[in-house]
């Protein structure tokens, strides 16, 4: 059974499964760099030049086979993956435990404030103001997918080790 790691952009997706790979000794795959990977592009070049809706498909491909990936993964998905076409069911189906990792709206935006220009989607939000709302709305509308998880971690100011030795217990 692998781990597949949910949750907005800045979560701490990729940090948290780091830790949680290492302590539990599973491979860590980070599903961007996959992808990226994969298409040997960045995924601000494939918005840019192919756009938001050849990346979700891109996404979709990519979802089923790093779900069948050999040996054990924590898996951390794109902040997206989840929210587009059949995407949450194929995450359901695969039978793997899923764990949404979810941070308050304001220190997401405080996160984000600093790392939107690497985020296709959050680059053009150019006041911390316009940031905030944006984010509050699109959490809103991805929440119906992350609440699928299995299991839920409220992140609440604690480290990613803190985050990651709480997954472990929960699911050992
Ligand atoms: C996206 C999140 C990003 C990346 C892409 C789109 C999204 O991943 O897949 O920029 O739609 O939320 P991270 O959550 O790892 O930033």
């Known amino acids: ?41 960045t995924i601000r070049e494939i918005f840019n030049v192919k756009g938001e809706i050849y990346f979700r498909k891109l996404e979709n491909k990519y979802l089923k086979e790093v779900l069948e990936i050999q040996p054990t993964s924590v898996i951390s998905l794109g902040g997206g993956t989840p929210c587009y076409g059949n995407n949450m069911e194929i995450i359901k189906q695969s039978g793997h435990a899923t764990v949404y990792i979810k941070v308050a709206v304001e220190e997401l935006t405080a996160r984000l404030w600093k790392a939107r220009a690497e985020r296709p989607l959050l680059a053009h939000q150019d006041t911390p103001e316009k940031l905030d709302e944006f984010v509050r709305k699109h959490l809103f509308e991805r929440s119906f997918y992350y609440n699928q998880a299995s299991i839920k971690v409220l992140v609440d100011g604690r480290s990613a080790l803190k985050v990651a030795q709480e997954i472990k217990s929960r699911l050992f």
């Not at 701490?12 to 298409?39: C, H, V």
């Open 1 to 41: 059974m692998n781990i597949v790691l949910l949750g907005y952009m800045g979560s701490g997706k990729s940090t948290i499964g780091q830790i949680l790979a290492r302590k539990l000794n599973y491979n860590f795959i980070d599903f961007d760099d996959f992808l990226q990977e994969r298409e040997k592009m």
